[in-house]
């Protein structure tokens, strides 16, 4: 009986000991840092007063005085070739945006002016940006990056929007192109952007491509481009492998904080969203660290 508790004491002792030298034999994760640090990408500039899509410069200053420091920015071609931040040239973009009563109704589905835009009041009250005030805030805001929603796939009118980008910024400071991260819509793409300019940053957004997921691995494994897509494509599986290939893994576009802890416990490691902060983060309860 004393044989077999020594015996058991020993294996207890040896299992002890084991663990302890796995445990402190594991080289410490290093804390992010940059653009990889933010789990937050506000979309669209982010909410303001429970109002998406605004893609102004108050929800701009709005996110980040709750701690968020990646905004997505649609960037969109006026008719007279400047670049803006609008999702889209609709009659029910304009009705979102509160612009019945300051554009004319031939107007309001119509890709307009930048002056037209620039001098249109989102919501009454809230400022529009163009290119150029985007990387004045980014000047401003020396720990902000923007990501690009530019929605082009025509290898000549992505060349343009990226040229005005990269001006803009050479123009202020050619430091700002380094916290400005291009989202790509195919693979082409990327070729296509880094003619223009080689940013450090890349984000393949998933929703618009019919590639399979292999292909999408290989592609992140010879590339080292992060990636993004819909919430229901963001399998444990999938995800895992991504993640083992090397990208980040983002998810668009999330307002639900059940759904936002569910996809961090399938290794998800940031989201799109128009309502939650990065300071928010900080009381979801089950949130992976």
């Known amino acids: ?126 400022s529009p940006l163009d290119i150029e005030k985007i990387v004045e805030l980014m000047e401003v805001y020396p720990d902000a990056y923007v990501v690009t929603d530019t929605k082009e796939l025509e290898p000549e009118q992505v060349t343009k929007q990226f040229e005005l980008i990269v001006e803009a910024a050479q123009k202020k400071d050619p430091a700002l192109l380094q916290r400005i991260v291009p989202q790509i819509y195919s693979r082409e793409m990327l070729g296509v952007v880094k003619k223009v300019y080689d940013f450090p940053e890349m984000i393949f957004t998933l929703y618009q491509t019919q590639d399979s997921d292999e292909v999408i691995l290989e592609f992140v494994k010879q590339t080292g481009v992060d990636i993004t897509m819909p919430i229901d494509r963001a399998t444990k599986s999938f995800v895992r492998q991504l993640k083992k290939a090397g990208a980040r893994v983002y998810v668009h576009t999330v307002n639900d904080e059940k759904e936002i802890v569910k996809l961090s416990r399938l290794g998800v490691d940031g989201f799109y969203t128009d309502f939650i902060a990065e300071n928010d983060l900080k009381q979801i309860r089950g949130l992976r660290k």
């Open 1 to 126: 009986m004393k044989r077999n508790k020594l015996i058991a004491s020993v294996i207890m002792i040896v299992a002890v000991a084991l663990m302890l030298v796995l445990t402190l034999g594991e080289p410490k994760k290093e804390p992010e840092t940059g653009f990889a640090a933010h789990r937050v990408i506000a979309h669209a500039m982010g909410g303001i007063n429970n109002k998406a899509y605004t893609n102004t410069q108050d929800a701009f200053i709005a996110n980040y005085e709750q701690g968020t420091r990646i905004f997505e920015a649609d960037l969109l071609l006026t008719s007279d070739d400047q670049l803006v931040a609008r999702h889209e040239w609709t009659t029910g973009m304009s009705k979102k945006l509160g612009q019945q009563e300051v554009l004319p109704p031939d107007k309001q589905g119509d890709v307009l002016t930048h002056e037209e835009v620039m001098n249109s009041p989102v919501l009454e009250l809230y």
